[in-house]
């Protein structure tokens, strides 16, 4: 599989950015993909904060196992963190409650001196986590561009609540992907341009990925059963959807693309591709 590596110029302004930024913000929202939240962890991001208070917000929970277990081992590290689908207008009180916690005892501090502060937070990821959605969620309105493909906020923009300033930032890479698994995983989920990707080797590593861990889920979706090379399950998911050319031969670039676009809109069911040792190894 060719080796995968993005980080665009835009992603080196963006992180100069963002340090030259840290200075006015009072902590950090760090939104992670909850299918994958080792894997969408930048530790270029946190290192801007150090010293700081930051908040994980697992997003798209709603197509992800096992968020409960994943918060655990972050919240053991000694930081915050909540699980959720920032689409659901239902979260925001949830949303709004975790960043209070974060900065209660300044703010108690504050008033405690006579005076109200307005707390700013810079809102951080990898591309399509959902950085936008978490501060329309917050907002209760839609005040930033959303999408779901990698690399929508180009720009900073400071958005002003009650109580609170958000600073959304472009999604932001590792300058380098020293392991090429959670890049990989990466691609699943959309977070990679999906122009850079070869589509062939990401839907082949995506199949064997599933038979490993989900083998029921690809049985009920594609009829796949039994221990089948990738290529051979490939051709199954052309048989189930009916992607075939004239001549009977495969339609293998359609395959590729629909097993792809499954897992992402949640076709494949609720997914942790990250293993829970990929969780302890990182240091939130």
Known sequence: MRIIQWFPGHMTKAMRMMEENASLCDGAIIVLDARCPASSFNSKLK???????????????????????CLKIIKSSGAAAIALNATVSGCRRQL??????????????AMGKGYARTFRFMVLG????????????????????????AGVTRGKQWIRLEGFELL?????????????????????????NDDILDFDDIAL?????????????????????????????????????????????????????????????G???????????DMRNIKF
């Open 168 to 192: 959304d930032t472009p999604g932001t890479m590792p300058p380098a992907f020293e392991n090429q698994t959670f890049a990989r995983r990466l691609a699943y989920v959309g977070s990679i």
């Open 205 to 265: 590593a995506l199949l064997s990925d599933m038979a490993a861990q989900y083998p029921e889920r690809l049985a009920e979706r594609y009829g796949i059963e039994g221990d089948l090379a990738p290529l051979s399950m490939l051709e199954q998911v052309c048989l189930r959807r009916g992607f075939m050319l004239r001549g009977g031969e495969f339609d293998y670039d359609r395959a590729c693309r629909a097993v792809v676009d499954d897992l992402r809109k």
């Open 126 to 149: 990898v591309p399509n986590t959902g950085k936008s959605t978490v501060i329309n969620l917050l907002s209760g309105s839609r005040r930033t561009v959303t999408g779901d493909k």
């Open 96 to 109: 709004l409650s975790a960043c209070e916690a974060v900065v209660r005892d300044k703010r108690e501090r």
């Open 267 to 277: 076709r494949l069911g609720a997914v942790l591709l990250d293993s829970m040792d």
């Open 47 to 69: 290192k801007v904060f150090q010293g700081k208070p930051v908040l994980y917000v697992l997003n798209k929970s709603d197509l992800a196992e096992k968020s409960d277990e």
